[in-house]
């Protein structure tokens, strides 16, 4: 089974409008992270927000928010107020904690959602 | 601060030829991971570092790959000898040391896109 599915394989939104992104993740650690990414035409990925397991509240970044429902396992991200250039390729990705403490742990990508901003 | 440096940014070669991607980390940091990025194959993992010793290379395809961190703000993933399919973009990636409370947000390089033909 996958262990981050983003459902939309492209969105439209109009300019100024808001707009949730779909994530779905799977794991059986009570202790995981939660990432997006921001992939632009010119090709670099860009850390937009992080939501950890045990955080209580949604994390925020500016017009960036993470709809966190742990009980569904799910992980949206909402953009306010979209802007053009919030056209680009986002990915969800998760980091399950495992292995000696102190080590770091890779990440897991979703397949992306490609966002299209209309003026 | 500098971000994650990659080189070369794109990188054309022949089937068979010898190719060697380079990536300096965010001072500092003591993770990297190599990435790469397929349409096919969407983002894989192919190995990672933590205080320049691999831990992971469990994504590396073959044997024609290899990855070396010779010390904390260098290193290099190697294809020998490189095939079309091979073809993609390669990330390279830094993370600061894990604190238990933090993000461990993984850095990313602006990619290396390399065509073998």
């Known amino acids: 089974a996958q262990k981050i599915t983003q459902t939309q394989p492209g969105m439209f939104v109009q300019e100024k409008e808001a707009v949730t992104l779909d994530c779905t993740y799977d794991t059986s650690d009570q202790s995981y992270g939660l990432f997006w990414y921001k992939q632009p035409s010119s090709g670099e990925m860009i850390f937009l927000i992080y939501?950890?397991?045990?955080?209580?509240q949604n994390a925020t970044e500016g017009r960036y928010s993470l709809n966190f429902q742990k009980a569904r396992k799910s992980a949206n991200l909402v953009i306010s107020a979209s802007q053009l250039g919030d056209s680009a390729m986002y990915f969800c990705a998760m980091r399950e904690v495992r292995g000696i403490s102190g080590s770091a742990r890779q990440l897991t990508f979703g397949s992306g959602t490609q966002l299209t901003v209309l003026p | 601060d500098a971000g994650v440096i990659q080189s070369p940014r794109h990188e054309v070669t022949e089937m068979g030829q010898e190719v060697t991607l380079r990536c300096k980390p965010i001072?500092?940091?003591?993770?990297l991971f190599w990435y790469r990025q397929t349409m096919m194959r969407g983002l894989e993992l192919l190995i990672y570092?933590?205080?320049?010793?691999?831990?992971?290379d469990s994504g590396m395809p073959e044997d024609r790959f290899s990855a070396k961190m010779p010390n904390a703000s260098f290193s290099t993933l190697k294809i020998q000898p490189s095939e079309p399919r091979d073809s993609a973009v390669y990330f390279c990636?830094?993370?600061?040391?894990?604190?238990?409370?933090?993000?461990?947000?993984?850095?990313f390089g602006p990619g290396t896109r390399l065509t073998v033909l």
């Open positions: 001072s500092g940091h003591n993770s």
């Open positions: 570092f933590n205080n320049n010793v691999p831990i992971d």
């Open positions: 939501q950890g397991s045990y955080d209580e």
């Open positions: 990636a830094s993370s600061p040391r894990e604190t238990g409370g933090g993000t461990d947000t993984q850095y």
